[in-house]
């Protein structure tokens, strides 16, 4: 730890600094014109005073090889740091200068049911990653992915364009126990679909299985580049049916055509509500049939 992170027990937080700096600013508001024209004349003089001050410091600094060192060590302290980057006298860094403004636009998000983080910055393009609400396909997802674009390319000057990065979807595990063949493969629930072949590639295909009790249940398999999927044919949200949801293989996703939430096609995760899910029905392929298990 260097010393410019240590502080006395006695001395305020950033935070506590910072919120009566904002507390005071906010009274300014409550004042009638003629008194707030002064408070803010007097508040502009104590900054020239306090900036012309803090310009020296940081030049002789600067200047000696010897207090240098201790001048970017104090630099990365939030409250000197705040200090300086007020008077203009360093930039914040584009980071640091993002997440200030994502923290300003996620009470918006918050609102919507969506989030956002922060990935990284690199050559002027914020990387970011969306999640809940604001990572699906529908309008209001979209309107926020322009806010969070809008917010970061207008108020941070070292961002020029924001990346939106794809969620790692949690692959789903099916267990290995419910992937067994036995003898008798309609009595353990497994229904015979057909050729592999015969499952158009790149497609959904919607089913309508039958158990060996006669129970008939509506599938989809998904075949995303020959890697097959199968789910129950109900939507997350509110259990409509899949038919004509829209596979993407360009980010490996399916939207459902009802209200716009997306899947992951692998594994079934939703990326519009976290936590809901496709539920997958374990598939195999034996000697070239595709086998589905309705019932477990
Ligand atoms: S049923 Fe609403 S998004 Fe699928």
Same mark, same amino acid.
């Given at each position: 730890m260097t010393a410019t992170t240590e502080r006395p027990v006695d001395q305020p937080g950033f935070e506590q600094l910072a919120k009566?700096?904002?507390?005071?600013?906010?009274?300014?508001?409550?004042?009638?014109?003629?008194?707030?024209?002064?408070?803010?004349?007097?508040?502009?003089?104590?900054?020239?005073?306090?900036?012309?001050?803090?310009?020296?410091?940081?030049?002789?600094?600067?200047?000696?090889?010897?207090?240098?060192?201790?001048?970017?060590?104090?630099?990365?302290?939030?409250?000197?740091?705040?200090? $300086?980057?007020?008077?203009?006298? +360093?930039?914040?860094? !584009?980071?640091?200068? #993002?997440? &200030? @403004? /994502?923290?300003?636009?996620?009470?918006?998000?918050?609102?919507?049911?969506?989030?956002?983080?922060?990935?990284?910055?690199?050559?002027?393009?914020?990387?970011?990653?969306?999640?809940?609400?604001?990572?699906?396909?529908?309008?209001?997802?979209?309107?926020?992915?322009? $806010?969070?674009?809008?917010?970061? +390319?207008?108020?941070? !000057?070292?961002?020029? #364009?924001? &990346? @939106? /990065?794809?969620?790692?979807?949690?692959?789903?595990?099916?267990?290995?126990?419910?992937?067994?063949?036995?003898r008798d493969p309609a009595s353990e629930g497994w229904v015979r679909v057909g050729a592999a072949t015969e499952l158009p590639l790149d497609e959904l295909t919607p089913l309508s299985l039958t158990t060996a009790s006669g129970r008939a249940v509506e599938a989809i398999v998904v075949n995303a580049g020959n890697r097959l999927s199968a789910y129950r044919n109900e939507c997350a949200h509110e259990a409509l049916p899949l038919d004509n949801a829209v596979l993407d293989l360009s980010n490996n996703t399916l939207t459902c055509p009802w209200h716009g939430f997306c899947f992951d096609a692998t594994s079934g995760e939703c990326l519009s509500a976290p936590g809901a899910q496709l539920e997958q029905l374990p598939l195999r392929v034996d000697d070239g049939v595709v086998w589905v298990r309705v019932e477990l």
């Open positions: 009566r700096v904002d507390d005071a600013v906010a009274a300014l508001a409550g004042l009638d014109p003629a008194a707030r024209a002064v408070a803010e004349e007097l508040k502009s003089a104590i900054e020239e005073i306090h900036r012309a001050g803090l310009v020296t410091i940081v030049r002789r600094m600067r200047e000696d090889p010897a207090a240098r060192d201790a001048l970017f060590d104090m630099v990365d302290d939030p409250t000197v740091h705040l200090l $300086l980057s007020l008077h203009g006298i +360093v930039r914040p860094d !584009p980071v640091t200068h #993002a997440n &200030q @403004v /994502l923290t300003s636009v996620r009470p918006q998000l918050h609102s919507h049911g969506g989030d956002v983080s922060l990935v990284r910055v690199e050559d002027g393009t914020a990387f970011v990653r969306l999640e809940g609400a604001c990572n699906g396909c529908s309008m209001s997802s979209v309107t926020l992915r322009n $806010l969070v674009e809008e917010a970061l +390319v207008q108020q941070v !000057p070292a961002i020029s #364009a924001v &990346q @939106v /990065l794809p969620n790692e979807p949690t692959p789903t595990l099916i267990p290995v126990e419910s992937l067994r063949i036995g």
